[in-house]
């Protein structure tokens, strides 16, 4: 115990605290690429090939660019010739929660009409994959077909777009036979 007028020495570091000290900026674009990077490694891991990656100027592409329609890539990844759907990546957004599905002017409504767009004009369903910082990547797609496994799913319609959300994790143990048009 200090004796009177003697004073206590704290051993504690609050130069961290400082409120004058910038956030380092976070590079979006890169954020992005890199998810999309990761997402192409697990699809090429999954198959065991190397055709998924990612899309020359971002999935705008097949917008943007005045190409015959067997050129033309929608989505964020290249895929597959047989592959059954369009791939869509999102990372970040991490202030969109659960609720945001019902709210219809969120990011996550705008993804899915989106992708839902790409979609009809590809041909393919969807699958809109979505990373958040420290959370499992999600999946939802327009592909509303019953599957008999046993992923948690979540079903239903945003923007009168037909939905199912799971893991991303589920959706990469089903059978490969799932993802390929014979």
């Known amino acids: 115990m200090p004796k009177k007028n003697q004073e206590i020495q704290d051993d504690f570091d609050?130069?961290?605290f400082t409120t004058n000290q910038k956030r380092k900026k976070v590079n979006s674009r890169a954020k992005g690429n890199r998810f999309e990077n990761k997402v192409a490694k697990l699809f090429n891991q999954k198959f065991n090939t190397k055709e998924f990656s990612r899309t020359p100027g971002s999935g705008a592409f097949a917008t943007t660019h005045k190409l015959p329609s067997y050129m033309k890539i929608y989505g964020?990844?290249?895929?597959?010739?047989?592959?059954?759907?369009?791939?869509?990546?999102?990372?970040?957004?991490?202030?969109?929660?659960i609720c945001d599905l019902f709210?219809?002017?969120?990011?996550?409504?705008?993804?899915?009409?989106?992708?839902?767009?790409?979609?009809?004009?590809?041909?393919?369903?969807?699958?809109?994959?979505?990373?958040?910082?420290?959370?499992?990547?999600?999946?939802?797609?327009?592909?509303?077909?019953?599957?008999?496994?046993?992923?948690?799913?979540?079903?239903?319609?945003?923007?009168?777009?037909?939905?199912?959300?799971?893991?991303?994790?589920?959706?990469?143990?089903?059978?490969?036979?799932?993802?390929?048009?014979?």
Do not use: H, W
């Open 76 to 97: 964020d990844l290249i895929t597959p010739e047989k592959f059954r759907f369009i791939i869509e990546c999102k990372k970040g957004y991490n202030g969109e929660t």
């Open 14 to 16: 609050l130069s961290n």
């Open 103 to 182: 709210n219809n002017k969120s990011d996550v409504s705008d993804m899915i009409v989106k992708a839902e767009r790409d979609s009809q004009n590809s041909s393919k369903p969807f699958l809109l994959i979505i990373g958040q910082d420290r959370k499992d990547p999600v999946v939802i797609t327009n592909d509303v077909i019953r599957y008999d496994d046993n992923s948690q799913t979540l079903e239903g319609t945003i923007k009168n777009i037909g939905i199912k959300m799971f893991k991303l994790k589920d959706l990469l143990s089903r059978d490969s036979s799932y993802f390929f048009d014979e």
